[in-house]
């Protein structure tokens, strides 16, 4: 099968975005049978992601993550901009030739680029397309005009692709939404060859057993110290100072970790883990905590979905979420019911979990315990590929 990845998103070796090329590169050697190419935007250095057997196109001119506003122009003359966005992602997909591969798959539905491959898809009905609706529109929007123009964009293209038989559509969260549509979706997380998902099941078996009395409950902050995922939270609790009986870790790519350092220290009860590119010190800093902190901006995870969440609890962790974060509870309510408490994402917020006694974590990790074998079968790239591959996967079956 000759493969496509779209990602014009691709930006660095850190995170989701490059695990999910490594992971899918490393299932390839694993099994065979794919040739697979790897579409990103024309600045993305790929030897940044190490040795490979991708065949790489950093071809696309617009990047993924690239942002929308009017910046003080009139509507009119700001639309006619995106537009012009949108006319250099279809030239970029008609260079592409996609005629020649089996299947198309984009891992993080940008929302130009998915209505650049809508449009250049209903030419081309005999073409397998596969998307990831991971983030609603207004994530790209800098302003109310753009996020308007971006709802309705996208409620286009989704449309369109509901009514292409060769096209599926998978999210997070079940769902997704766009202006005034709501598709059901299946679920599926960020892939994971069988390499390290064999290492996750080892991983939590063997912190399975509870902590013994008097041990600390470790929480920790994984990723990226951005505001909107709760660092600034977390910034006022470690200047406040630690209870003796809570540990926090922080991991985060190493050069916030020198950064972390420098600003906090390091106070008792405070452990920070540098991260390097790859997924496994990731995972073995994910397996050394007991509860993830997700007390993230409602703002945007009232409809986005965490993969570090996916991830703790795949590894039977507890998580502490962030009150109207209604995404990543939607998740956790159907797929690891009791596994999670909630908080507002503040300072208070997170000083009264800090409070609660150890017996309340000990019962969330019994259930992410329980949860996680069916939440780390969502990450698993042979179900990925089934619908590539032109085979059913029972669990889509009756989905929009």
């Known amino acids: 099968m000759r493969?496509?990845?779209?990602?014009?998103?691709?930006?660095?070796?850190?995170?989701?975005?490059a695990s999910t090329v490594r992971e899918l590169d490393l299932h390839v050697r694993e099994h065979g049978g794919i040739e697979l190419s790897v579409a990103t935007h024309a600045g993305f250095d790929p030897a940044?992601?190490?040795?490979?057997?991708?065949?790489?196109r950093p071809h696309l001119r617009l990047h993924g993550y690239a942002r929308f506003g009017t910046a003080g122009a009139p509507r009119a003359a700001a639309e006619a901009e995106w537009r012009e966005c949108l006319a250099l992602c279809v030239q970029d997909l008609d260079r592409m030739d996609l005629a020649s591969f089996d299947g198309v798959w984009m891992p993080t539905a940008y929302p130009l680029h998915l209505a650049a491959l809508a449009h250049v898809g209903l030419g081309m009905p005999a073409l397998r397309v596969q998307v990831g609706v991971l983030m609603p529109p207004r994530f790209w929007a800098a302003d109310a005009s753009a996020r308007v123009w971006l709802e309705e964009l996208t409620c286009q293209s989704l449309r369109t692709a509901a009514g292409l038989a060769r096209w599926r559509i998978y999210s997070e969260?079940?769902?997704?939404?766009?202006?005034?549509?709501?598709?059901?979706t299946p679920t599926l997380l960020a892939p994971l060859a069988d390499a390290f998902r064999t290492r996750l099941d080892a991983l939590r078996t063997s912190r399975a057993?509870?902590?013994?009395?008097?041990?600390?409950?470790?929480?920790?902050?994984?990723?990226?110290?951005?505001?909107?995922?709760?660092?600034?939270?977390?910034s006022q609790a470690v200047a406040t100072g630690l209870p003796p009986?809570?540990?926090?870790?922080?991991?985060?790519?190493?050069?916030?970790?020198?950064?972390?350092?420098?600003?906090?220290?390091?106070?008792?009860?405070l452990h920070i883990h540098a991260l390097g590119t790859g997924n496994a010190a990731y995972f073995d800093a994910l397996n050394d905590i007991d509860v993830l902190?997700?007390?993230?901006?409602?703002?945007?995870?009232?409809?986005?979905?965490?993969?570090?969440?996916?991830?703790?609890?795949?590894?039977?962790?507890?998580?502490?979420?962030?009150?109207?974060?209604?995404?990543?509870?939607?998740?956790?309510?159907?797929?690891?019911?009791?596994?999670?408490?909630?908080?507002?994402?503040?300072?208070?917020?997170?000083?009264?979990?800090?409070?609660?006694?150890?017996?309340?974590?000990?019962?969330?990790?019994?259930?992410?315990?329980?949860?996680?074998?069916?939440?780390?079968?969502?990450?698993?790239?042979?179900?990925h590929l089934r619908f590539m591959r032109q085979a059913a996967d029972p669990q889509d079956a009756g989905r929009a």
């Open 3 to 17: 493969l496509l990845l779209l990602d014009p998103g691709l930006s660095s070796p850190y995170g989701h975005n």
């Open 245 to 269: 009986h809570i540990e926090l870790h922080l991991a985060m790519p190493t050069h916030h970790a020198a950064r972390a350092l420098v600003l906090h220290g390091r106070p008792p009860g």
């Open 173 to 184: 969260t079940d769902r997704v939404r766009a202006g005034g549509l709501c598709l059901a």
């Open 48 to 56: 940044s992601l190490g040795a490979t057997g991708c065949r790489w």
């Open 293 to 383: 902190l997700a007390l993230y901006d409602p703002g945007l995870h009232d409809e986005q979905m965490s993969g570090i969440v996916g991830e703790a609890i795949a590894l039977g962790k507890a998580v502490l979420v962030g009150a109207g974060c209604e995404a990543i509870l939607a998740f956790l309510r159907r797929w690891a019911p009791g596994s999670f408490r909630v908080a507002p994402a503040s300072l208070e917020g997170l000083h009264a979990a800090w409070q609660l006694p150890p017996s309340v974590w000990a019962s969330c990790r019994r259930e992410a315990m329980a949860a996680a074998p069916r939440v780390l079968a969502l990450k698993d790239v042979a179900r």
């Open 209 to 234: 057993a509870a902590p013994a009395s008097g041990i600390r409950t470790r929480f920790g902050f994984m990723g990226e110290p951005l505001a909107r995922k709760g660092f600034t939270v977390v």
